[in-house]
């Protein structure tokens, strides 16, 4: 089941804008991700962030947790044609029969950045 | 970084085939694989987690007479899709994490494009 709900859908920005990307959940987490995924390809990692931190920075990219709301939010900034892609969070969590941690992806955000 | 690779990258096959797929970490025990399916235009769905040497747990609605995994080694894991249909068309991830290593990162192949005609 779909653990990460990310909000837009759909966003499409000019290049040099920033794009903000929210992401919810409902269960505890170990830690949240976020990945990208350019048409058709495989998934490249882009940042992770623990349960007990509230802010993460790599690159153009910050990322911040709020544990209390469950939620996420990913902000590019100074956007770039090539930041065009899929965006998704994922939640790392205690699977209920695996009995080992597993991602469960949100649906993505399509990212469009206009030359 | 460590690797995870999938064979083949891309096939296409008849209705009522099976169709094997591999999943490899090339430079880490994986103790743990997770494999996953991605429609068009939708995010990643887990399918099951397998730790070796052990059987496979699936997640709710996904057969595991259909979808067989086996997780026979460290580094190896494989999907089979057993007499495939059209809906089984679809782009299979494979990732890979060593719980032993006390990291959380999961590392993604770069997945296999399944068409069933």
């Known amino acids: 089941s779909q653990q990460g709900e990310e909000d837009p859908q759909a966003l499409s920005i000019q290049e040099g804008e920033n794009a903000t990307m929210n992401c919810s959940y409902k269960t505890s987490i170990n830690n949240l991700q976020w990945y990208r995924q350019n048409s058709g390809r495989g998934l490249v990692h882009l940042i992770l962030?623990?349960?007990?931190?509230r802010e993460k920075h790599s690159g153009r990219l910050r990322v911040t947790l709020d544990t209390s709301k469950k939620s996420s939010s990913l902000l590019i900034t100074a956007s770039r044609a090539a930041d065009t892609a899929s965006y998704f969070c994922?939640?790392?969590?205690?699977?209920?029969?695996?009995?080992?941690?597993?991602?469960?992806f949100g649906k993505g955000t399509k990212l469009s950045v206009i030359p | 970084g460590a690797v995870v690779s999938q064979h083949p990258s891309r096939v296409i096959c008849k209705s009522g085939t099976s169709v094997k797929i591999e999943c490899r970490s090339l430079d880490f025990q994986a103790t743990t694989m997770f494999w996953y399916r991605q429609f068009p235009k939708q995010s990643l769905m887990l399918m099951a987690t397998?730790?070796?040497?052990?059987?496979?747990?699936?997640e709710q609605g996904v057969e595991k007479d259909k979808f067989l995994i086996n997780h026979a080694s460290l580094t190896l894991s494989t999907l089979t899709v057993t007499s495939a249909h059209p809906e089984d068309s679809s782009f299979y991830i494979c990732s890979a994490r060593d719980p032993r290593a006390h990291t959380d990162t999961q590392y993604f192949g770069p997945g296999t494009r399944l068409t069933v005609l």
């Open positions: 994922a939640t790392d969590s205690l699977g209920s029969g695996a009995g080992s941690y597993q991602l469960t």
């Open positions: 397998s730790n070796e040497g052990s059987k496979a747990t699936y």
């Open positions: 962030i623990r349960s007990n931190e």
